[in-house]
């Protein structure tokens, strides 16, 4: 039986090996012998990355802390590519990824032979070496036009910061430079507000109620009338027929349109638009008029950040795709509003027999009514994502029972993730908040004191009969953990809850009291059918009261129906996690992970 060594191993598996070494270790590995050199130096190259940090003042230490980071790493860089590196090995380099604009320069000038990128992602950074200053230093797009017309193979390009300037001359090379390959484009941090734009607020009001105002002209020169032409016609092929993806950061249909109507235009095989931190109320209508005309085979749309978009811009966009959503991603934060209107509401509900896989965390504007209609016309769905961990400052979406007790069956039977908050169960048998204080506050109008258990119950089970029907669910998420007391919520708790307030507690900011009780006495045994449930989240909420028992009991039977389900054993001042379940599918798509 011949031996095997590390250099014998079939391509694949000495590539599964290699992903596993961090890159001094790989570094560590070439100086070994010349048939190590030959082994390990094509993995060594073929991804180089150097996140940058952004330019901030010398007293802030925490910056200054990753910037001294930061320097010593691009430095190295920088000295492996002017010792010759990159000219010997540029054609190992399939992805290079880097913030600081003065790598880019050094893979112009240096990288005649990298001509093989796949992945080019670069930002406008200042190189670290350079000294903190105010004032920004003009930038040279001719060193990434370079870099793109030498690399006509690339799938994926990601350009970030100034460079993004319809202003700059050159600004319309870049455009042009990208190769026709590029299958994922994006376009972040357009810099609105500190790209020495003349920005008033009460304009952006009035564009995003649709008025026109006359302290809108730019006579002092703006972005669109110092800007060369980018020049395309529309007659001719398409300049991106292999586009999939598409997603702006930061952007101003007011100050990027050209842009916009450049790369739409040319992108007639565009499936997916991630439109992402405006940061101000901009008016649709024009993206949404390129995507009618241009776009025809969109089926995903991601609008994350996205200031004030009012009913009727909601509804233009969602019915521009005429083939119908696949994947649906409009979540909200504490401060921006999707506003859920007739209008949106009945776009939405078009799309329903289509949708496979949807976001609505934060959407507390939506009818209860309009998730009801949803579940019971979307075949196809495989996630329903409706509420957040992050409720600081906003209310989540609340599905109302009786909208369920009265509305017709689920059909989603393939449904693998239902996350929501299910409210309106009358509980009498709760008299007190989760600190003690009394129901008998104004606020609380909606306990419903004088209910039965057997009415309560009644309604719980026709909920649970619905959550019978979803027999592929894996993860149930129906209440998320409390939220710290470290929030803006401060001063409305200390004064809703008087002399029950306590400053360590966790806040009732998203409690919930007229929820399941998710015992087995409340009908819980109708989920019984759920064998596959990996995940179930119950935090606060308002559970049922066990003896020892029926908790005893009720535990029992999970373990019995549920065997794969993730369960939390404290041992020893420390808490495991058994059969972990973790769905990555928002995460892989871009969105952040407190999710």
């Given at each position: ?353 289509t949708l496979e896989n949807v976001r609505l965390d934060g959407s507390w504007r939506l009818p209860s009514i309009t998730m009801q209609q949803l579940l019971s016309s979307a075949p196809n769905l495989k996630r329903l994502d409706a509420i957040s961990k992050d409720r600081s400052y ?186 972990k379940y973790s769905d990555h599918f928002w995460f892989h798509l871009g969105y952040l992970s407190y999710y």
């Amino acid at each position: 039986m011949s031996e095997t060594t590390l250099l014998t191993l079939p391509p694949e598996t000495l590539f599964q090996i290699l992903t596993y070494l961090t890159r001094p270790d790989l570094c560590a590995s070439v100086l070994v012998s010349r048939a190590w050199s030959t082994t390990f130096t094509p993995h060594l190259w073929s991804n180089l990355q150097l996140r940058a940090v952004p330019r901030q003042p010398p007293r802030d230490h925490h910056w200054d802390v990753l910037h001294d980071q930061r320097e010593p790493w691009f430095m190295k860089l920088k000295r492996s590519i002017l010792a010759g590196g990159l000219a010997r090995n540029g054609h190992l380099v399939r992805t290079f990824v880097c913030g600081y604009y003065g790598a880019v320069e050094l893979l112009a000038e240096y990288g005649g032979t990298c001509v093989g990128l796949k992945e080019l992602a670069v930002g406008s950074e200042v190189d670290p070496g350079v000294p903190f200053s105010e004032t920004m230093p003009d930038m040279d797009l001719t060193p990434l036009v370079t870099v793109l017309e030498r690399n006509s193979q690339l799938r994926r390009v990601k350009l970030i910061g100034r460079m993004l300037d319809e202003r700059h001359p050159g600004f319309g090379k870049l455009l042009r430079a990208i190769p026709a390959s590029v299958e994922d484009l994006e376009l972040k941090k357009w810099d609105l507000l500190r790209g020495k734009r003349k920005f008033h607020f009460q304009i952006a009001n009035d564009i995003a109620n649709g008025i026109q105002s006359d302290k809108d002209d730019d006579k002092d020169g703006g972005y669109v009338s110092n800007t060369e032409e980018i020049g395309y016609d529309a007659a001719t092929s398409p300049r991106f027929p292999r586009l999939k993806r598409l997603a702006l950061h930061s952007y101003g249909v007011d100050i990027n349109k050209r842009t916009l109507e450049y790369v739409l235009t040319h992108s007639p095989n565009l499936e997916t638009l991630r439109l992402q931190d405006s940061g101000q109320p901009i008016p649709l209508k024009f993206l949404t008029q390129l995507l009618s005309l241009h776009c025809p085979r969109l089926i995903n749309l991601h609008v994350l950040d996205w200031h004030t978009l009012l009913d009727a811009e909601l509804a233009g966009l969602l019915d521009v795709c005429k083939a119908g959503w696949r994947i649906l991603g409009l979540p909200q934060n504490y401060y921006y509003e999707h506003h859920f209107g007739p209008l949106s509401t009945a776009a939405l509900l078009r799309h329903a027999p289509t949708l496979e896989n949807v976001r609505l965390d934060g959407s507390w504007r939506l009818p209860s009514i309009t998730m009801q209609q949803l579940l019971s016309s979307a075949p196809n769905l495989k996630r329903l994502d409706a509420i957040s961990k992050d409720r600081s400052y906003s209310c989540n979406f609340n599905m109302d029972a009786q909208d369920i007790v009265n509305g017709a069956d689920w059909v989603c039977t393939g449904l693998g993730s239902l996350k929501i908050q299910i409210g309106g169960i009358p509980r009498p048998d709760i008299k007190t908040h989760m600190n003690g204080r009394p129901f008998d506050a104004p606020q609380d109008l909606l306990h419903q004191s004088t209910t039965t258990m057997t009415a309560s119950r009644a309604i719980q089970h026709k909920v649970y009969t619905q959550l019978s029907r979803l027999t592929n669910l894996r993860q149930l998420i129906l209440g998320h953990d409390d939220v710290e007391r470290e929030n803006g919520c401060e001063e409305r708790e200390a004064h809703s809850e008087g002399e029950y307030y306590e400053r360590k507690a966790t806040i009732e900011n998203g409690y919930q009291y007229e929820c399941l009780e998710m015992t087995l006495d409340s009908g819980l045994g109708l989920l019984g059918s759920l064998k596959g449930l990996r995940k179930l989240e119950i935090d606060a909420m308002a559970l049922g009261e066990w003896s020892a028992e029926g908790r005893e009991r009720d535990e029992r039977w999970k373990e019995e129906n549920w065997r794969e389900l993730e369960r939390h054993i404290w041992m020893e001042w420390e808490r495991r996690v058994e059969k972990k379940y973790s769905d990555h599918f928002w995460f892989h798509l871009g969105y952040l992970s407190y999710y």
